[in-house]
């Protein structure tokens, strides 16, 4: 009996060079990594807010956006945001 881990993928057809293998395995990775990041996201929210927490509780429109360059961008500054 071996410890080793199932592979993370399998080619069933074809030969792929590493090049695409290693694109393959990128894009894969990081689809992952945004799911995670998407789960973390929710379970801070939930456990900051609570379960049962609302849009009226959540604190991104309390946010602003970052400065502007540009003409008229100091009076913009001080402006309340369009939503």
Known sequence: MTD????????IKGEPTPAELAALVTVIASLD????AAARARACAEA????DHSAWA???PRLRGPHLPGRGAWRASGLPRRQ
């Open 48 to 51: 900051l807010l609570g379960a």
């Open 58 to 60: 959540a604190p991104g």
């Open 33 to 36: 990594a945004d799911a995670r």
């Open 4 to 11: 080793e881990p199932e592979p993370y993928l399998r080619v």
